[in-house]
C-alpha cells in the first residue's frame, strides 16, 4: 500500500477516478422516490488531487466490491464519511446505496407487502434506517440475525436562536452534544450541514438536507500571551462562553432605518447565515421555515500513517461500524443464491442518538426494531403460528458494534493489563460483569466462532476496576424484548476528537466478519444448545 500511495501522489489532477463506482453505477437522485422528500447535492465533484488523497478507491480493483473475497471496502468507507456530516447524511447515503442494491423502500405508516426472499427497508426521522433480507426458507418463528449501530456523532449544534454579536464580531451560539472533547473543535475550519424544512410555492414543505462545504466558522483559542499557565493547567474552556464560533465581522448598515435594524437584532439567525443558507437551498430566506444544524469540520477523511495504514477522520464512532454492517448486509444478500437457503432474516438497524442515551423516538431506546420485527413475522406468517414473534426473538441474535478503545501508546497504564486492544488486530468483544456491555460467555463464545471459521482475529477488552466504563445500544436493546447479545467494535484512539484515528485493517476485518456472521452463524448456532 506504501508504493500505491506514493503513486498517487505522482498521478495529475485529471486522472482521479470516480470513487463510487466502487459502489455502484447507478445515478445519485433516483432513489428518492418519495416526492416529500428531497436531498439537496449542492454542487457537483470535481476530480482533484485533495479528492483523491482522501480515497484508496483508484487502488482497489475495479468492479463490484463483492466480486472477490479479497476487496477492500476502504474506499467506499472514507466516500461514505466524506458525504455523512451529519446523522442525516449519513442515514440518507445508506438509504441510496441500499435501493441502488435493489432493496426496497417501506414506509411505517403504509401496509407491508413482504415475502420470502425480498430486501426492504424504511427510515425513521431521516436519521434511523432498518435494512432486512428475508431468507427463502423462512418459516414463521425463525430467527433475525441483526447488526445494530448508531448514526449520530458527538458535535456541537445550533442553538434555536443562534444570532449573538461580541466585541464587533458576529458569532454563533451553540449547544453541546453528546461527550466530545471540545478542546479539539478550536483553531478547525468549520462549517454547518443537517436539515431544513423549507416552504414551497404551493404551501407544502420540502424536508431537505444541507452540507456547506466552505469553512464560515471557526473557535479561536486564546494567545498563550494572555494564558501562560496554559501548558501547565490545561486547557480548561468554559462551554457556554468560549466555546462560540465566529462567523463575520459585524458591518454597520447605515442605509438601514431604526425599524429595520431592531428587526434585524430581534432574529434568531444572522441575517448573513440565513443568505448563505437560502443560497446553497435556492429557495427565499422566508421560505426557511425551520432548521436542525450540526456544526462540522470540513477536512475530508483520508488515510494516514508511513504506510497508510490508519484511517483519520471525524465521526468513525460511529459511521465506520454503521458502514461496515450496511455493506456486510448488501454483499450477502446481493445476489440470488445468497438467500437461497437462508431461513432466518438478516437485518441492520441504524439508529440515532446514541451519544446522548438512546432515549428518543429514533433511538436505540425506541422499539422500532422490535416493532418492525413483530410486522413482519406477521406479515410473512401463512398461517397462524403459535408465539411466533416470541420463538423468533429466542431464535435471535444481536450484534451490537460500537467503536472501541484501542490501548493508547502513551497511556497505556489506562487500560487493564492483559485487555489492551491494539489497531490492526481485528473485532474487540467487549465485556463488563455489570453488564454496561451485553456480551456473556455464550454470546462470545458465537461470536469468535464465527470468526475462528473465517480465519478472522479478535480481542478481548475489560475497563479497569478504578474506572467508570461506557456503555453501548446492546444493554439497551437486549433488556427490550431479551434478545440474545454481543457487544462489539473496531479499535480506535482518539474517540470522540474531532479527528479520530483507526487502522484500515480492521474495516476490511469488521467488514468480513460480519459478513461472515451473516452467512456462517445459522450453522454454529446449532451446534450449541443452552436452556
Not at 445515478?27 to 470535481?46: D, G, I, M, V
Request: net charge neutral; with cysteine.
Amino acid at each position: 500500500m506504501a508504493a500505491i500511495a506514493r503513486l498517487h501522489l505522482l498521478q495529475p489532477p485529471a486522472a482521479a477516478v470516480n470513487t463510487s463506482v466502487l459502489f455502484s453505477k447507478l445515478p445519485r437522485p433516483s432513489p428518492f422516490s418519495n416526492p416529500n422528500y428531497s436531498l439537496c447535492y449542492t454542487r457537483t465533484r470535481k476530480p482533484s488531487l485533495s479528492r483523491r488523497l482522501c480515497s484508496n478507491s483508484d487502488s482497489i480493483p475495479e468492479g463490484s466490491p463483492t466480486s472477490g473475497a479479497s476487496a477492500s471496502i476502504v474506499g467506499g468507507l472514507l466516500d461514505y464519511l466524506n458525504e455523512s456530516w451529519t446523522q442525516f447524511h449519513a442515514t440518507a447515503e445508506a438509504k441510496r446505496q441500499l435501493i441502488a442494491a435493489g432493496y426496497h423502500l417501506l414506509n411505517e405508516n403504509d401496509e407491508w407487502d413482504l415475502k420470502p426472499g425480498g430486501r426492504y427497508l424504511f427510515t425513521r426521522n431521516m436519521s434511523c434506517l432498518v435494512a432486512f433480507a428475508v431468507g427463502e426458507k423462512y418459516r414463521g418463528g425463525n430467527g433475525f440475525h441483526v447488526i445494530a449501530a448508531h448514526t449520530d456523532s458527538p458535535c456541537l449544534k445550533l442553538k434555536p436562536k443562534s444570532a449573538s454579536s461580541k466585541s464587533g464580531y458576529l458569532m454563533v451560539n451553540v449547544q453541546t452534544y453528546g461527550g466530545g472533547l471540545w478542546h479539539t473543535w478550536f483553531d478547525r475550519d468549520l462549517s454547518l450541514a443537517g436539515r431544513v424544512i423549507v416552504r414551497e410555492k404551493d404551501g407544502s414543505f420540502l424536508h431537505k438536507l444541507i452540507k456547506l462545504k466552505r469553512p464560515i466558522l471557526r473557535i479561536p483559542t486564546l494567545a498563550i500571551h494572555l494564558d501562560r499557565t496554559v501548558n501547565k493547567d490545561g486547557f480548561k474552556p468554559n462551554l457556554e462562553t468560549h466555546l462560540v464560533p465566529l462567523l463575520a465581522t459585524k458591518l454597520e448598515d447605515t442605509s438601514l432605518d431604526p425599524k429595520e435594524k431592531s428587526n434585524i437584532s430581534k432574529a434568531a439567525h444572522h441575517p448573513i447565515l440565513m443568505q448563505i443558507l437560502s443560497d446553497e437551498l435556492s429557495c427565499g430566506i422566508e421560505d426557511i421555515a425551520s432548521m436542525e444544524l450540526n456544526i462540522c469540520d470540513t477536512q475530508p477523511s483520508c488515510l494516514g500513517g508511513a504506510n497508510s495504514e490508519f484511517i483519520f477522520s471525524g465521526r468513525l464512532d460511529n459511521l465506520a461500524s454503521s458502514y461496515c454492517a450496511l455493506r456486510a448486509l448488501i454483499d450477502s444478500s446481493g445476489t440470488p443464491g445468497d438467500l437461497s437457503s437462508e431461513h432466518a432474516i438478516r437485518m441492520i438497524a441504524l439508529f440515532d442518538n446514541e451519544e446522548v442515551g438512546s432515549e428518543s423516538a429514533q433511538g436505540a431506546g425506541a422499539p422500532t426494531m422490535f416493532e418492525a420485527m413483530g410486522r413482519i413475522v406477521g406479515c410473512l406468517a401463512q398461517e397462524y403460528v403459535e408465539g411466533a414473534f416470541e420463538r423468533a426473538i429466542r431464535r435471535s441474535f444481536l450484534v451490537s458494534a460500537d467503536m472501541a478503545h484501542g490501548v493508547h501508546p502513551n497511556f497505556m497504564d489506562k487500560h487493564e493489563e492483559h485487555h489492551r486492544p491494539e489497531l490492526q488486530k481485528g473485532l474487540v468483544i467487549k465485556h463488563n460483569a455489570n453488564q454496561r456491555y451485553a456480551t456473556s460467555g455464550v454470546t462470545a463464545f458465537l461470536f469468535k466462532e464465527v470468526a475462528k471459521i473465517h480465519n478472522l482475529p479478535t480481542q478481548e477488552f475489560v475497563v479497569r476496576n478504578d474506572m467508570g466504563c461506557g456503555s453501548t445500544i446492546g444493554p439497551i436493546l437486549a433488556s427490550g424484548v431479551g434478545i440474545r447479545t454481543v457487544d462489539c467494535g473496531i479499535a480506535q484512539l482518539s474517540m470522540h476528537s474531532i479527528r479520530e484515528i483507526c487502522a484500515k485493517d480492521d474495516i476490511d476485518i469488521a467488514y468480513k466478519h460480519f459478513k461472515a456472521f451473516y452467512q456462517t452463524f445459522p450453522s454454529v448456532d446449532r451446534k450449541l444448545e443452552v436452556d
